[in-house]
């Protein structure tokens, strides 16, 4: 994708701001050098330590204080060193709940401090909550709200409103949770096979006061406000849902893969940026490595995201699995993935392990997807996860944690089947059932068969005069027009 020269007036400038999130910021971190590669000024965002995190291990300080591209920071409460010299930590709850009553007198600081002044703001569609569409509207800068998902994704959160205007949320008491009632299939326009227990865990509540259930219906109102959505999709992806979507928001641009469009940049100019990757943690090159020496389509690759926590006793549970389904598999196991504490296997499970897997902390996992040695993926089913998957043509295996994980889970298996799911609790012999169902069994061939076709789908979508393409230039020129 080459690059058209803004001429004969200011170039716009856009002023990111992801939720401070792994996966939200390398979405968002690509949509920016997309823009700015094609003429546009960017500012982004980040909070003070995701900002260190991210030029320490991710190399993104390439990108700072090149012609047209910086980066800016809020605070997040967190102290700017720790006693015992670690990183700082919290969770994502803890984040919110500072930047709840935090960001905004910051950030309009940082706006006003600007040099050049905004054209418009992309600003993720979770972040609403820091009332930020009220504020850039008492500016007057334009915003555009990009959701780092699938539109099943943004479907999902929008449907808060949707079923509390009907009276089907909140639920009326919590033995709604265990009678099968939340099996119940949805009217989902553009979605079928929906069951109310596939929407965000934090939407089943029993009671219209619970904090996390007004968090989702107030992120739909206040989408309802901004007339630009951009979604981390393709059309050829979800096009039902895309039509229904475009119905209520006729702005919405697809811009996905992002990956496929950033892999268009020519090479000079991500060499002149020293720009080479989006992580928060260090990434370990010897995972690669490993794969090199394996067949292809041998190895099961095991990554749970950045956010999940699981007990030990899954954690157990997934190692025999993947041990006793006779394949070799790379795991990443954050440090903080068992109820946020360093931990350490069993014994006997550790040797098992050496014979057929590898263990890090944390990969390049763009890089690994689209290793030729690997062959299934075994996810928390995030949409970065999920979207990367389809992106190499992966069959995958979901266990969802939170989030949109379970309607992108329901998606991939029912919809797309290129995925089977991990429903219930976690046992060593289901695991090691589904895992070798997914590396040699029939179900898994033709999913992977399907994962494969979507993967060319997605290179068309992709392609200069493909759905996305065209999308991305619709939206510089809906920036530029604005300046």
């Not at 290129?418 to 898994?444: A, C, H, N, P, S």
Request: hydrophobic share 40%; with cysteine.
């Amino acid at each position: 994708m080459d690059a058209k020269p803004i001429v004969g007036r200011k170039k716009p400038h856009v002023v990111f701001i992801p939720y401070p999130a792994q996966s939200h910021i390398k979405c968002m971190l690509k949509l920016a050098r997309l823009l700015h590669h094609r003429g546009l000024e960017i500012t982004f965002i980040n909070t003070e330590w995701n900002h260190k995190r991210l030029f320490k291990y991710g190399g993104s300080s390439g990108l700072d204080g090149i012609l047209g591209f910086r980066f800016k920071t809020v605070p997040d409460g967190l102290p700017s060193s720790s006693a015992d010299g670690t990183e700082p930590t919290q969770t994502v709850e803890e984040l919110g709940l500072y930047l709840l009553t935090n960001f905004l007198d910051p950030f309009l600081d940082l706006v006003a401090g600007l040099e050049t002044p905004p054209t418009c703001i992309i600003c993720d569609g979770t972040m609403t909550f820091t009332n930020i569409i009220d504020a850039t509207e008492k500016l007057k800068i334009p915003i555009f709200l990009y959701w780092t998902m699938a539109a099943s994704g943004f479907m999902a959160f929008y449907m808060a409103k949707i079923l509390l205007e009907k009276g089907i949320l909140p639920l009326k008491d919590e033995s709604y949770l265990t009678n099968g009632y939340t099996d119940t299939l949805l009217e989902v326009p553009g979605m079928q096979k929906v069951r109310l227990r596939d929407l965000p865990e934090h939407l089943l509540a029993t009671k219209l006061d619970d904090p996390s259930f007004n968090w989702y219906v107030d992120s739909a109102r206040r989408a309802d406000k901004v007339p630009h959505v951009i979604i981390h999709t393709f059309d050829e992806l979800e096009a039902p849902l895309i039509k229904e979507i475009k119905s209520r928001f006729p702005h919405t641009y697809t811009v996905g893969p992002l990956q496929l469009l950033v892999n268009q940049i020519t090479e000079n100019e991500t060499k002149k940026t020293n720009f080479n990757g989006y992580s928060l943690w260090k990434e370990e090159p010897e995972c690669v490595q490993w794969l090199h020496s394996k067949e292809p389509n041998s190895v099961v690759y095991v990554n749970f995201g950045s956010i999940t926590v699981m007990s030990f006793e899954n954690l157990v549970e997934f190692g025999w699995g993947l041990v006793k389904s006779n394949h070799n598999f790379l795991w990443i196991i954050r440090t903080d993935l068992v109820d946020g504490k360093p931990v350490t296997l069993p014994q006997e499970l550790e040797e098992e392990i050496k014979r057929r897997g590898f263990i890090a902390s944390w990969c390049s996992q763009e890089e690994v997807l689209n290793h030729p040695s690997v062959g299934g993926f075994l996810t928390h089913g995030g949409w970065g996860s999920v979207i990367e998957s389809l992106t190499a043509g992966v069959p995958m295996v979901c266990w969802p944690f939170s989030y949109d994980q379970n309607v992108n889970c329901r998606q991939l298996c029912k919809e797309w089947e290129v995925g089977m799911m991990i429903e219930d609790d976690v046992k060593r012999d289901e695991v090691e059932k589904i895992v070798r169902e997914l590396m040699e069994g029939v179900e898994g061939n033709r999913m992977r068969k399907n994962a494969m076709e979507f993967k060319k789908k997605a290179e068309i979508a992709t392609a200069p005069n493909g759905s996305s393409s065209l999308n991305i230039e619709e939206l510089v020129n809906e920036i530029t027009n604005l300046s």
